[in-house]
């Protein structure tokens, strides 16, 4: 867990100025998201666990992020103006 959390501080920045030509700004928001994210899966994650199982949990949690990678790249699409 340690090295995806240190990977993203130091990848994902770059990635969101440099790779996709946003503003410091935007990198801000979206490197907060993650950090907001991170802490509700640390502060939820056992209550999840508890509450549908070991397995089926990983099961809708990648459910859950494989639709929401799909909304982003679909917002994505539609900032493109020559796509």
Do not use: K, N, T
């Amino acid at each position: 867990m340690a090295l995806a959390e240190g990977s993203a501080s130091d990848w994902l920045p770059l990635i969101v100025v440099d790779g996709f030509g946003l503003s410091e700004s935007i990198d801000a928001i979206v490197y907060s998201g993650f950090g907001l994210f991170m802490a509700v899966g640390r502060l939820f994650g056992r209550r999840v666990i508890d509450r549908f199982g070991r397995a089926p949990s990983p099961r809708r949690q990648g459910s859950f992020a494989s639709r929401w990678h799909q909304v982003c790249g679909w917002l994505q699409l539609a900032s493109c103006p020559g796509a």
